[in-house]
C-alpha cells in the first residue's frame, strides 16, 4: 500500500513537462510576409516592430518574435508526457522535462520595407529558426 501511495505521490507530483508541453509559444501566420499585405496586418499578428525607421525615403521595419506550435501540436505532446509519466511512475520527467527546455520554438526574425499605402513591398528573411 505504501509503494501505491509513493507511486501516485510521484506522478501527482510531476508534470513539468505536460506544464512546458502546453504553454509553448502559439504558432504565427508567417503567410503574411509576402508582397501587398497591409501593415496594420502585422502588427496584428506579430505586435510592434523592434526597429521602425525611414532609410532612403521608405519606412523599414524589423518583426522578431518565436515562432511557436499549433494548439494540436501542443496538446498532443503534453498528452503523451502525461502518458508517459504515469507508465514510468514520474521518471518520464528526467527527460521529458530538458526536452521541452529545447523545444520551445524558433526565433524569427523579418526586415520589412512598405510602399506609399503600408503595404509590404519587399521582405528580407533574416533569421528563419
Not at 28 to 37: C, E, R, S
Not at 52 to 58: D, F, I, L, Y
Amino acid at each position: 500500500m505504501k509503494k501505491l501511495v509513493c507511486a501516485l505521490l510521484i506522478v501527482l507530483i510531476s508534470g513539468c513537462s505536460v506544464f512546458m508541453a502546453a504553454k509553448q509559444p502559439d504558432a504565427k501566420n508567417v503567410d503574411l510576409f509576402k508582397i501587398g499585405t497591409p501593415r496594420n496586418m502585422l502588427l496584428a499578428e506579430f505586435g510592434l516592430p523592434i526597429v521602425s525607421e525611414v532609410r532612403n525615403g521608405r519606412k523599414i521595419e524589423i518583426f522578431k518574435f518565436i515562432q511557436g506550435y499549433s494548439a494540436g501540436a501542443k496538446a498532443g505532446r503534453a498528452v503523451f508526457h502525461g502518458v508517459a509519466d504515469v507508465v514510468t511512475l514520474g521518471l518520464w520527467e528526467v527527460i521529458g522535462t530538458p526536452t521541452e527546455g529545447v523545444f520551445s520554438g524558433n526565433e524569427v526574425v523579418f526586415e520589412v520595407s512598405y510602399d506609399e499605402n503600408d503595404r509590404i513591398e519587399q521582405v528580407i528573411a533574416l533569421k528563419k529558426g
